[in-house]
């Protein structure tokens, strides 16, 4: 069975600020020319696997919008199983966003991002091909490693907590 991302689902920004209309508030962004990025990462901990999805609204040269939400499963997945999780959770939010927004097909607005490396020296090149055909065959540009930032960057953060630390540190 594949995830789903509910509309309800709650979403967070960096600083700890619960969004409590995540498409309305990526929708208006979105329509002022900006445009998102989704990526999935995950991390198992001693009870479960934790994935964490963000949107990335860009702001060429100003900076951006980082939106999150959290997603379980159970613990003892296969590389293909948690893979195939984290990119269907992006894609699933990438088509709910597109079919929201009514954007134009021939608009590029959303790119959804594969935390899958291509390099033969990883485990998950095997999966590099099947993940970003998922992807672009559901419409949408994508990126994978080393160029899919958000997934393994962004979203790494977010599953890690680095910026619950990072604000308690400050305080």
């Avoid at 020319?33 to 860009?58: N, W, Y």
């Avoid at 919008?65 to 997945?77: I, P």
């Avoid at 894609?91 to 097909?105: I, R, S, V, W, Y």
């Amino acid at each position: 069975m594949r995830p789903s991302v509910e509309v309800d689902t709650r979403w967070w920004t960096l600083g700890g600020v619960e969004v409590l209309d995540v498409m309305g508030s990526v929708k208006s962004l979105i329509r002022q020319g900006q445009l998102v990025h989704i990526g999935t990462d995950a991390q198992k901990s001693p009870s479960r696997m934790e994935f964490v999805t963000v949107a990335c609204v860009l702001n060429p040269g100003k900076g951006g919008r980082v939106f999150y939400s959290r997603h379980f499963d159970r613990k003892n997945l296969s590389l293909y199983e948690k893979l195939s999780t984290e990119t269907w959770l992006s894609l699933d939010l990438a088509m709910k966003m597109h079919e929201t927004f009514g954007l134009n097909p021939d608009e590029q607005k959303i790119w959804v991002h594969v935390d899958a490396n291509p390099d033969e020296r990883f485990d998950s090149s095997d999966y590099v091909k099947q993940l970003a055909g998922m992807v672009a065959g559901s419409g949408f540009p994508v990126l994978v490693k080393p160029n899919a930032w958000c997934a393994s960057h962004v979203a790494d953060f977010a599953v890690k907590n680095k910026h619950s630390r990072a604000r308690m540190r400050a305080a």
